[in-house]
């Protein structure tokens, strides 16, 4: 799926092979990296992908999966399809650092605070961390899940590394010793998708789910501080069938001043805000929902803390909504999004044709079986049969005999003795 964020005041997003940088102030050349023309994985180099399902590197589709950027805004990574890691450094100039190989498909990656270590996380659960310093250097596992790994966020001081995954679960471990297990926060009810630890805030930890909720908690403790039913606001749908879907929350996003909190939900028109209320207990307070002319793909804050929406929409493809008198607002004619569309539209294309796929969150939903009913249903039957070939008459299923070998009693039950003492 497209997504989109910002390096400093670089807007980057990323649609099926190519990250592509658009400076948003300055008549700067855009930076494009192709995935599909990049290094190919060398012969000799090892390839572990059992867990790809015997998958090899020339199987793969080229496709960006994720990409994050420094805290700094300097350094920028991502990973796509084929197993490679991209190290970039963007100023005073973009340069691809490094290209490196990872063991499987990654989910997503994250640089800590310190921007020495870049932390990949990968569908078969585990993490792996590469050096930023030594960009060549192989990557080293440092933990590992026993499921598949969805969302990864860090508290500011690099001492936890937060992890979420298809089992619901949110796990905190101590970054240097990740043997070291500080808590997990659990309370939903389907696969984590999305994870934050807002700024200004570093004990307080955001989660969204499968289930259509958001939850705030404070992940030292674990302690769950407030819940959202995101469904609740959204407007009522005609159809039965979008009724009974849960939103899936896939992006949370937060303003670089720490007081707005944006919330998206997948196909879903509309983008939660929340507030943070600091009058006494500080809390999150649900502001507004923001209805949008097309489906978001997916949103960003800038440094300015505008937001920009990736839109659904060849005609309008970039929003940018700014906050003002209490509500958010288009900002059409804002020379940077004039800027940053034109120079977006010639990939236009590129992107249309990668919105054609199903949902990427539908094949994590559980299917639960009932197959209690099924075996109460024959147990009746036999139980009926039973009674037709003993002329109507039901043995009885326990029956009590004197002492025996010093135990009180002794009791048959469904055919079994049964000795209690």
Same mark, same amino acid.
């Given at each position: 799926m497209p997504a989109v964020g910002f390096c400093g005041e670089w807007f980057i997003f990323t649609c099926d092979k190519k990250l592509v940088a658009i400076h948003t102030k300055q008549a700067r050349e855009s930076f494009v990296f192709d995935c599909s023309t990049a290094e190919k994985k060398p012969n000799n180099t090892k390839d572990v992908s059992n867990g790809d399902g015997g998958a090899s590197e020339e199987t793969g589709s080229d496709k960006v999966l994720a990409f994050a950027v420094s805290p700094s805004g300097n350094l920028v990574a991502l990973t796509d399809d084929s197993k490679r890691l991209v190290l970039f450094h963007c100023e005073p100039s973009w340069q691809c650092i490094s290209i490196r190989w990872v063991v499987r498909r990654c989910t997503s990656l994250m640089f800590n605070q310190a921007e020495d270590q870049l932390l990949a996380t990968d569908k078969s659960g585990d993490v792996y961390s590469f050096s930023v310093g030594e960009p060549q250097r192989e990557g080293e596992l440092k933990m590992g899940h026993l499921s598949m790994l969805l969302a990864m966020s860090m508290s500011p001081d690099d001492k936890f590394i937060i992890t979420a995954d298809r089992d619901e679960k949110i796990r905190v471990s101590h970054l240097r010793s990740p043997y070291n297990i500080q808590s997990f926060c659990l309370g939903h009810q389907q696969f984590v998708s999305a994870l934050l630890v807002p700024p200004g805030h570093p004990h307080w +930890? !955001? #989660?969204? *789910?499968?289930?259509?909720?958001?939850?705030? @908690?404070?992940?030292? *403790?674990?302690?769950?501080?407030? #819940?959202?039913? +995101?469904k609740e606001h959204e407007e009522t749908s005609s159809s039965e069938a979008d009724k009974q879907k849960k939103p899936t929350v896939c992006r949370i996003s937060c303003s670089p001043d720490a007081r707005h909190v944006a919330v998206q939900c997948e196909r879903a028109s509309t983008v939660h805000f929340f507030t943070v209320d600091q009058d006494g207990e500080e809390k999150l307070v649900p502001h507004r929902r +923001?209805?949008?002319?097309?489906?978001?793909?997916?949103?960003? %804050?800038?440094?300015?803390?505008? !937001? @920009?929406v990736l839109m659904d929409s060849g005609d309008a493809p970039l929003q940018i909504y700014t906050h003002r008198r209490d509500s958010w607002e288009s900002d059409?004619? #804002?020379?940077? +999004?004039?800027?940053?569309?034109?120079? %977006?539209?010639p990939h236009w294309e590129t992107l249309e044709a990668s919105l054609r796929t199903d949902s990427r969150f539908e094949h994590l939903y559980k299917v639960n079986f009932d197959n209690v009913a099924a075996y109460l249903q024959k147990k009746q039957q036999r139980l009926e049969e039973q009674l037709k070939r003993g002329g109507g008459h039901r043995r009885p299923t326990a029956t009590r005999r004197p002492e025996h070998n010093g135990c009180n009693k002794v009791i048959l039950l469904n055919g079994h003795r049964d000795i209690s003492c």
């Open positions: +930890l !955001l #989660s969204g *789910s499968g289930d259509g909720t958001m939850k705030l @908690w404070d992940y030292e *403790s674990g302690r769950k501080l407030q #819940s959202w039913d +995101l +923001l209805s949008l002319p097309h489906c978001p793909l997916d949103m960003t %804050f800038d440094p300015e803390g505008q !937001l @920009w059409a004619e #804002s020379p940077e +999004l004039i800027r940053v569309t034109e120079a %977006f539209k």
